[in-house]
């Protein structure tokens, strides 16, 4: 199971995720608005409480999303039906998941994966892989080296984290970090890597920093055409 419990208490007693990031909203915007909407399947791994999946479905997708917390489902699954919307929300486990092959014409991962070890992380986009469609995209948000991550943690293994004392990762279990050239090689080995951004900001008057690599793959595409290929 890729999934911490710690999770089920962080959705119960926060409320947060309510709207999706603006790099999302322009990877949706940039691949797939000018196609048919209805017949366009977006996968969500670790959805949470599904604030891509209501934006998803608001902007006439197809969305489903699946997370190992009951809790965070069943809130997502209320805010759907309070207006109107509609998805399909499983609570499972991301390193099975439990949907047929060259399904989906895009996931998303928006800081799921980085909550898993590097092990369980070839797992689950070993998963994501096998669901895509040929020439599916692949969105993931995930945190690199210069993250935040408290004054005191304790390490589990390359930048992989835990008991994070303070800051945003503060209470949230296994936090894993990538730098530039692992996040290349390690989506490099199931994707295309067609491109690889960060974003940053500053919180508490610039005393932590928060620091996300923005990487958007596709499937099955020669390696000759990969930017990053080396």
């Given at each position: 199971m890729s999934w911490n419990p710690v999770w089920e208490d962080v959705f119960q007693n926060q409320e947060w995720g309510k709207y999706p990031h603006e790099s999302l909203i322009r990877f949706v915007a940039k691949y797939f608005y000018t196609g048919q909407r209805g017949n366009?399947?977006?996968?969500?791994?670790?959805?949470?409480?599904?604030?891509?999946?209501?934006?998803?479905?608001?902007?006439?997708?197809?969305?489903?999303?699946?997370?190992?917390?009951?809790?965070?489902?069943?809130?997502?699954?209320?805010?759907?039906?309070t207006e109107g919307l509609k998805g399909d929300l499983k609570t499972g486990d991301i390193t099975r998941l439990p949907y047929e092959d060259i399904f989906f014409n895009a996931v998303i991962d928006a800081e799921c994966l980085y909550a898993n070890t590097r092990e369980k992380t070839v797992m689950i986009l070993k998963e994501i892989k096998r669901v895509l469609k040929n020439g599916g995209l692949f969105y993931s948000r995930t945190?690199?080296?210069?993250?935040?991550?408290?004054?005191?943690?304790?390490?589990?293994?390359?930048?992989?984290?835990?008991?994070?004392?303070?800051?945003?990762?503060?209470?949230?279990g296994l936090a894993r970090l990538i730098d530039r050239n692992e996040a290349l090689e390690l989506y490099g080995k199931f994707f295309q890597v067609l491109s690889l951004d960060k974003a940053e900001w500053t919180r508490n008057n610039g005393s932590e920093k928060i620091s996300e690599w923005i990487i958007?793959?596709?499937?099955?595409?020669?390696?000759?055409?990969?930017?990053?290929?080396?």
């Open positions: 366009t399947r977006l996968l969500e791994v670790g959805c949470g409480p599904g604030p891509n999946i209501w934006y998803l479905s608001r902007e006439g997708f197809v969305p489903y999303g699946i997370d190992g917390s009951k809790n965070a489902i069943e809130k997502a699954q209320k805010r759907l039906e945190f690199t080296n210069e993250m935040y991550v408290g004054r005191r943690r304790e390490e589990l293994g390359h930048l992989e984290y835990f008991n994070i004392s303070d800051g945003p990762l503060v209470g949230k958007i793959c596709k499937k099955e595409v020669c390696h000759e055409e990969n930017l990053y290929h080396r």
